[in-house]
Nanobody, 121 residues
Framework: QVQLVESGGGLVQAGGSLRLSCAAS????????MNWYRQAPGKQRELVAA???????NYADSVKDRFTISRDNAKNTVYLQMNSLKPEDTAVYYC???????????????WGQGTQVTVSS
């Protein structure tokens, strides 16, 4: 009933920028938290950035002042603008959205398929 489509990953040189998008579609009543996670090879998945329904944001220390999370509620979309990219930012990036459907009384986390970000030195 819900589909999340991520886009925007790719290969970029250190110091470059990328913008990730995650668009949700389906029988969606509301979306509360929207989060971006990443997982590098051999490492645990980590929370990179989060944004609440009210627009409050939170970032991992490693990406503060370089990454910006934003959302477009009309489009059910969350973005991650990544600037000044470093090789250590290389990972698969996943969006996770807390979604309530019209047919349920609870909120559930839905995950995107992941998009590869590779930063070369």
């Amino acid at each position: 009933q819900v589909q999340l489509v991520e886009s925007g990953g790719g290969l970029v040189q250190a110091g470059g920028s990328l913008r990730l998008s995650c668009a949700a579609s389906g029988n969606i009543r509301s979306i509360s938290a929207m989060n971006w996670y990443r997982q590098a090879p051999g490492k645990q998945r980590e929370l990179v950035a989060a944004i609440t329904s009210g627009g409050s944001t939170n970032y991992a220390d490693s990406v503060k002042d370089r990454f910006t999370i934003s959302r477009d509620n009309a489009k059910n979309t969350v973005y991650l603008q990544m600037n000044s990219l470093k090789p250590e930012d290389t990972a698969v990036y996943y969006c996770a959205l807390a979604i309530r459907l019209y047919t349920t009384f609870y909120t559930k986390d839905y995950w995107g398929q992941g998009t590869q970000v590779t930063v070369s030195s």
